[in-house]
């Protein structure tokens, strides 16, 4: 494999010097043994779907999507999944063989091991929390280590896994807890303006939802709400609220609609010349008494030149919390309620920089407030970031632990030591209006 790579931002290019794609554990311990040999550093690849060149090295990129595979054990009851099996075929496979997961993200194009490097987050975890409290164990192919297979409930320090970008190993196989039956959700739809963030987060969590997908416009203060509630929770359980459309199942529900939002990003950016636009992206997530307060700090959008501004505003609940404390390096630090506000812009390249200033003064905000920033998108290359956000003793857990099976640190990963995110700059050229590229998109797809 050869040539130019880039990642869901599209702002960071890099030519690997070495770009391999091993399909059994032989070639991908073979292709870490030659990293050391040539002094490479290694970024694990999935789908690309992240940003800022998470996914990117101008080493060697060992793309894991070779290991896709679906299985279940019959004696544990588990579901044995490759780490390169896509989202989307993991939905389709529970959906045709009666089973469902909790919590799923919306992107069906991502690797499962690839959302759970970076988190894995989706809209039921305001009940539910992370996709990691259904993992039981993982089988993960480090530089030093070889092949290990975790028992996450035996070696609790490997949660540190969750949220570590590819710094420990590569994760080949995933061993899930699914429960029977799909995940039957009645679904009640509301859209509203001109409503403070505080009694807009309130009516969020009024009728104490299983599944929210609300969509905030900053430029309009416009509101459009999806909330749900579970019909098959628990065996017996009566239904919260029998008023509302069915739906048969959640993540296929949730995976159609991120499907829809895709192609209008993709026709915004078919309507550009090449290279003339990137996507900046990231996810505050905040204290829920603090969401007005954050309200202040995204004031800034209505002036901010950007394409497809959305603010997916989603919420974990206390109990949801909880499920979080077992996952140091994942965005909910405290057993209490938080507003997540993801904000994700299409941007003119000579923008990019005035966006992404005005990401960092978020990213202040956010701390400042006691929340955390999911990392999938731009963040602080540096070691002291880590340590502001997650505490001493998570980053300090997870050096001593990527000591033991990766001493040379060949994997990428989070940036702790010395800092090596990849690099790759462009030359911005004139654009369009945002009006009209949007347009253009518009008239492409219809409106969709
Ligand atoms: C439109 C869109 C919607 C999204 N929705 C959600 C959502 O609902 N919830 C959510 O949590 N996230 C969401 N994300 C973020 C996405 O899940 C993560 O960025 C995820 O990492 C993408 O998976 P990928 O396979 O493309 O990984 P890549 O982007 O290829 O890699 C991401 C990170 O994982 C590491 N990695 C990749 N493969 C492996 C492996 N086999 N073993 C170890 N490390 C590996 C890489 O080194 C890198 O650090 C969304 C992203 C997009 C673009």
């Known amino acids: 494999?050869?040539?130019?790579?880039?990642?869901?931002?599209?702002?960071?290019?890099?030519?690997?010097?070495?770009?391999?794609?091993?399909?059994?554990?032989?070639?991908?311990?073979?292709?870490?043994?030659?990293?050391?040999?040539?002094?490479?550093?290694?970024?694990?690849?999935?789908?690309?779907?992240?940003?800022?060149?998470?996914?990117?090295?101008?080493?060697?990129?060992?793309?894991?999507?070779?290991?896709?595979?679906?299985?279940?054990?019959?004696?544990?009851?588990?579901?044995?999944?490759?780490?390169?099996?896509?989202?989307?075929?993991?939905?389709?496979?529970?959906?045709?063989?009666?089973?469902?997961?909790?919590?799923?993200?919306?992107?069906?194009?991502?690797?499962?091991?690839?959302?759970?490097?970076?988190?894995?987050?989706?809209?039921?975890?305001?009940r539910?929390?992370?996709?990691?409290?259904?993992?039981?164990?993982?089988?993960?192919?480090?530089?030093?280590?070889?092949?290990?297979?975790?028992?996450?409930?035996?070696?609790?320090?490997?949660?540190?896994?969750?949220?570590?970008?590819?710094?420990?190993?590569?994760?080949?196989?995933?061993?899930?807890?699914?429960?029977?039956?799909?995940?039957?959700?009645?679904?009640?739809?509301?859209?509203?303006?001109?409503?403070?963030?505080?009694?807009?987060?309130?009516?969020?969590?009024?009728?104490?939802?299983?599944?929210?997908?609300?969509?905030?416009?900053?430029?309009?203060?416009?509101?459009?709400?999806?909330?749900?509630?579970?019909?098959?929770?628990?065996?017996?359980a009566v239904p919260v609220d029998a008023a509302g459309a069915l739906v048969p199942d959640i993540h296929r529900h949730v995976q159609q609609k991120e499907a829809a939002f895709l192609q209008r990003r993709e026709a915004v950016f078919a309507a550009a010349p090449a290279g003339q636009l990137v996507n900046i992206w990231a996810d505050f997530f905040v204290p829920v008494e603090q969401a007005g307060a954050f309200d202040a700090a995204l004031a800034p959008a209505a002036r901010m030149p950007l394409m497809m501004p959305v603010i997916n505003v989603g919420l974990v609940e206390d109990a949801a919390a909880d499920k979080f404390m077992d996952f140091p390096l994942l965005p909910v630090g405290r057993r209490a309620a938080y507003v997540s506000f993801g904000l994700y812009a299409v941007v003119g390249l000579a923008d990019a920089e005035r966006v992404e200033r005005w990401f960092d003064a978020l990213r202040e905000t956010c701390l400042a407030l006691g929340g955390r920033q999911y990392l999938h998108g731009a963040f602080p290359p540096h070691e002291a970031f880590l340590r502001r956000q997650f505490g001493d003793a998570a980053i300090d857990g997870l050096c001593a632990l990527r000591r033991r099976v990766d001493r040379a640190a060949l994997l990428k990963g989070l940036p702790t030591g010395p800092q090596r995110m990849a690099s790759g700059q462009q030359r911005s050229e004139p654009l369009a209006p945002i009006a009209q590229l949007e347009q253009a998109a518009d008239d492409h797809i219809g409106g969709a």
């Open 1 to 126: 494999m050869s040539g130019t790579l880039t990642d869901h931002g599209r702002r960071v290019h890099v030519r690997p010097a070495r770009h391999t794609a091993p399909a059994q554990v032989t070639a991908l311990q073979d292709a870490l043994r030659q990293c050391r040999q040539l002094g490479q550093v290694a970024a694990l690849r999935g789908n690309g779907c992240s940003s800022n060149g998470l996914s990117l090295s101008e080493g060697a990129i060992v793309d894991c999507r070779a290991f896709r595979s679906i299985q279940l054990d019959a004696d544990s009851g588990e579901l044995l999944v490759g780490g390169g099996t896509p989202i989307g075929e993991l939905i389709e496979w529970l959906a045709r063989h009666g089973y469902s997961l909790p919590v799923l993200p919306s992107n069906p194009s991502a690797t499962l091991a690839g959302v759970l490097s970076a988190g894995g987050i989706g809209q039921t975890s305001v």
């Open 128 to 236: 539910h929390g992370p996709i990691a409290a259904s993992v039981q164990g993982l089988t993960v192919v480090t530089p030093d280590l070889g092949e290990v297979v975790i028992d996450l409930a035996r070696q609790p320090e490997w949660r540190l896994i969750f949220g570590s970008f590819g710094a420990l190993g590569a994760i080949i196989q995933v061993r899930l807890r699914v429960q029977p039956g799909p995940q039957q959700f009645r679904l009640q739809t509301s859209e509203y303006g001109g409503v403070p963030m505080d009694e807009a987060i309130a009516r969020l969590r009024a009728g104490s939802p299983d599944y929210v997908l609300a969509l905030y416009d900053p430029k309009r203060q416009l509101w459009r709400v999806e909330k749900g509630h579970a019909q098959n929770a628990a065996p017996g």
